[in-house]
C-alpha cells in the first residue's frame, strides 16, 4: 500500500510564501512522476505543476513565476514553493505521484488534500 501525505499549507497573507511537501510512504519500487494539483470552491481540479523523475519540470501558464516544484529521490518527497501568493490561490492542494510497487506497474496515487487559504 501505497501512501502520499502533504504538509505545509494553512493561511497566509497576501503577497505572502508557503511551502507544501508531500511524502509517499509504503510499498514503493519506482516512483515516475510527481505533482501538484488544486482546486478552489466550486471549480474543477486544475493541474498546478508536475516533476519528473529527471526534475523536468511543466507548471499552468499562470503560475510559472511565482511557483516552484522540487523532488528528493531519495526521501520520495515533492515541494512546492509558493510565492507572492493571491486570493485566487485559495484551494485544496493535492499531491500526486505516478508509483510502481513491487514491480515495473505505475499507477496514479492522490493525497487527502491540504488547504491553502489567502487572505486579501
Known amino acids: 500500500q501505497v501512501q502520499l501525505v502533504e504538509s505545509g499549507g494553512g493561511l497566509v497573507q497576501a503577497g505572502g510564501s508557503v511551502r507544501l511537501s508531500c511524502a509517499a510512504s509504503g510499498s514503493i519500487f519506482s516512483i515516475n512522476a510527481m505533482g501538484w494539483y488544486r482546486q478552489a470552491p466550486g471549480k474543477q481540479r486544475e493541474l498546478v505543476a508536475t516533476?519528473?523523475?529527471?526534475?523536468?519540470?511543466k507548471y499552468a501558464d499562470s503560475l510559472k513565476g511565482r511557483f516552484t516544484i522540487s523532488r528528493d529521490n531519495a526521501k520520495n518527497t515533492v515541494s512546492l514553493q509558493m510565492n507572492s501568493l493571491k486570493p485566487e490561490d485559495t484551494a485544496v492542494y493535492y499531491c500526486?505521484?505516478?508509483?510502481?510497487?513491487?514491480?515495473?506497474?505505475?499507477?496514479?496515487?492522490w493525497g487527502q488534500g491540504i488547504q491553502v487559504t489567502v487572505s486579501s
Open positions: 500526486t505521484a505516478s508509483i510502481a510497487g513491487s514491480s515495473w506497474s505505475y499507477h496514479d496515487y
Open positions: 516533476i519528473t523523475s529527471g526534475s523536468r519540470t
